[in-house]
């Protein structure tokens, strides 16, 4: 699984009317730092910065993540119109750790 970290709440909002059919579109975004894998299958040094689509609820407010630990959900990762696999990253909250015990 790949994990991901949300450090900031920022959304960058983008709206306007598409060229080509001319209706409008607006649209959420939220940075992200995903830990990645090399070709070789080792862990990347650092974490990866990438800007995601936020999902929107059902009046259309962006739905941000808040700062914490979560993993790219399987259902993230499907077969598009073209047969191509596609990517439209969605987040699920990473269990928290157990709380050590005193000992």
């Known amino acids: 699984m790949i994990k991901v ?3 900031s709440t920022a959304v960058r909002r983008m709206t306007g009317n598409a060229k080509a ?3 409008p ?10 830990h990645l894998l090399d070709r070789e299958g080792q862990a990347d040094p650092y974490p990866t910065k990438v800007e995601i689509i936020l999902p929107k609820d059902k009046d259309g407010a962006a739905l941000f993540y ?5 993993f790219l959900h399987p259902s993230s990762i499907y077969v598009d119109n073209r047969g191509g696999l596609s990517v439209a990253p969605k987040l699920a909250k990473a269990a928290a750790p157990a709380p050590k015990s005193a000992a």
């Open 5 to 7: 970290s949300v450090t």
């Open 21 to 23: 059919t001319g209706k």
């Open 25 to 34: 579109y607006d649209m959420s975004f939220q940075d992200v730092w995903m």
């Open 66 to 70: 808040a700062p914490g630990e979560y």
